[in-house]
Each structure stands twice: as C-alpha cells, then as structure tokens.
C-alpha cells in the first residue's frame, strides 16, 4: 500500500469519448505528477503540479487536460484519444519538488485502451 | 540530449546474486533512484544514491560512481518474488526525473 489511489484502474475508450483519471495521495505531499508508461519505454513524465500550480507541462498534446483542485487530488480529462495513446498511465506524489529525499510514490495506474 | 541506459532483461537463478547496470548522461546530477515495478502493479522505491560508493539495504545494494556516469543495483540470495522490473532514474539540473526503460528481471528456479 503506497497511499497512492488510482481509478479506474482498467478503461477502454473510443477515440470520441471523454473521460477522466482520478488520483488521490494520503500522504500530506505537496507536489503531484502524471506519467505515461508505454512497454519496453521509459516513463515519460507528462505534468507536475506543486501545491496545486502546475510547473510542467513536457508538450503534451491538448487532448490531455490536468486538473489539480487541491494537493491531494490530481485529474487527467481526456478527450479525442488517439490508439497511440493507449497505456499505463501512472501518478505519483512526493513531499516536495526536487532533492533527493523527495522520493516520489507511485499509485497503480490506469491501464487505458483507446479504440 | 539526456540518456539513461539498463540493460532490457536479464536472467538468474533463485539464490544467486544478479547486478543490473545503469549508465548516464544527464544535464546535471541530483541522484540517481532504482524502483522495482512487479508486472501490472506501481513502481516502488528501492534505493536512492547522490555521493559515490556503496549503500547496502538488506538483500539490496546500490553503487554510484558519479565520475563514470554509473550504476548498478546488486540483488543478493535471488528470490521468485524479485522477479520485477527494475527502473533506474536520474534527477537532472531541474530536479527533474529521467527514466530508463527498464531491466525486466527474471527469475528460475
């Protein structure tokens, strides 16, 4: 158990669809992250947010919208998906941004299939 | 650019000892992490190293040798349980994370 919640944690969405990604930390961290996790592919980190502002944003495409309404709770609004898009999307929280003891903790995922 | 590389998978045996390699080079070098990812399930800390040498955790070790952009996790006293991913990062000037692919471990008996 991590203190990291993800859901769902399995969605299979048409290219036309909306939906969204919930994850909630329990562990009092300030900053929040979402990353795309695509097989034999390293981590690509897609947004972090710090006490609820967004500090990056590593170009990702408009289809992909964060929302971060406090700094337990993060989204990922998702609309007009391509099938590339389809992957294990993971979200992370640490204590603070940067140094080495803000290890970062990770939750399960969503496992999203886009059709 | 910035590049992580590990080694895509690896074998050994139940009760042996395993190293998995990770070189780097990275626009500067706050420390270097390794998860372990079982399949379908989060990514969890393992170990995290910034000074050179050797820090021992259990079964676990990881050595850094920052002059050679290099590291390398040691498994000790293999178990089925360690079969895993093992994900190798470095946070860079930005304390930003860069991820290598991964090294997937597997284990027999």
């Known amino acids: 158990e991590t203190g990291v919640t993800q859901t769902p944690r399995h969605l299979v969405m048409g290219m036309t669809n909306k939906k969204s990604l919930k994850c909630e930390q329990h562990?009092?961290?300030?900053?929040m992250y979402w990353y795309k996790q695509s097989a034999k592919k390293p981590l690509e980190l897609m947004f972090v947010y710090n006490f609820k502002e967004q500090t990056e944003n590593n170009s990702v495409p408009s289809r992909f919208s964060p929302e971060c309404p406090n700094s337990s709770h993060l989204f990922l609004h998702l609309h007009t998906l391509q099938p590339e898009d389809s992957a294990l999307y993971l979200c992370a929280s640490s204590q603070n941004l940067g140094g080495g003891t803000d290890t970062q903790y990770f939750g399960p995922g969503t496992r999203l299939t886009v059709l | 650019g910035q590049n992580i590389d590990q080694p895509t998978e690896m074998t050994a045996t139940e009760g042996a000892i395993v190293q998995i390699n990770c070189t780097y080079q990275t626009s500067g070098f706050n420390g270097l992490f390794w998860y372990q990812q079982h399949a379908g399930e989060a990514p969890t800390f393992l170990s995290y190293?910034?000074l050179d040498g050797l820090e021992e955790k259990g079964r676990f070790s990881s050595f850094l040798s920052r002059s050679k952009g290099y590291s390398y996790l040691l498994l000790k006293e293999l178990q089925m349980k360690d079969s895993a991913s093992y994900l190798c990062a470095v946070s860079d000037s930005n304390y930003q994370l860069i991820w290598g692919a991964g090294t997937k471990l597997i284990i027999k008996p």
């Open positions: 190293n910034v």
């Open positions: 562990l009092g961290h300030n900053a």
